[in-house]
């Protein structure tokens, strides 16, 4: 197994519904180690740069405004295979799909209130961490 970082973002439904804890505990409970974290609320041309590659598609504008609507809380994971670890604890995109015992399905409200985003590859990670985060605000813990 290979040790990675991955981007996390609790999303606003899941911070005003009072989940970080509960999300973070279970990061930490699968073995999910924190290198970075911090909440913000993000501008409207941050999340419009954050989510570029869905510009084209029908629902850009209703997520730019939803992940404009709040705190968020951006995290940096790592452990063996952080991506692949992360994107299983968090469970499918649609709630409806997710498995009772992922965070999507015992926190999402909806298919964009989805409570968690993760990173899907490495190189997305790569990009997404940097996005957020500076070198300086990242800690190694491997």
Known sequence: MQKEKTLCIIKPNAVSDNNIGNII????????????????VLTKEKAEGFYIEHKERPFFSSLVTFMTSGVIVLMVLEGEDAVTKNRKIMGATNPVDAAPNTLRGL???????NAVHGSDSIPSAEREISYFFTPEELYNRF
């Open 25 to 40: 505990a279970r990061y930490e409970k699968e073995g999910l180690r924190i290198s970075a974290i911090k909440m913000a």
């Open 107 to 113: 926190y999402a409200r909806s298919m964009e209130a």
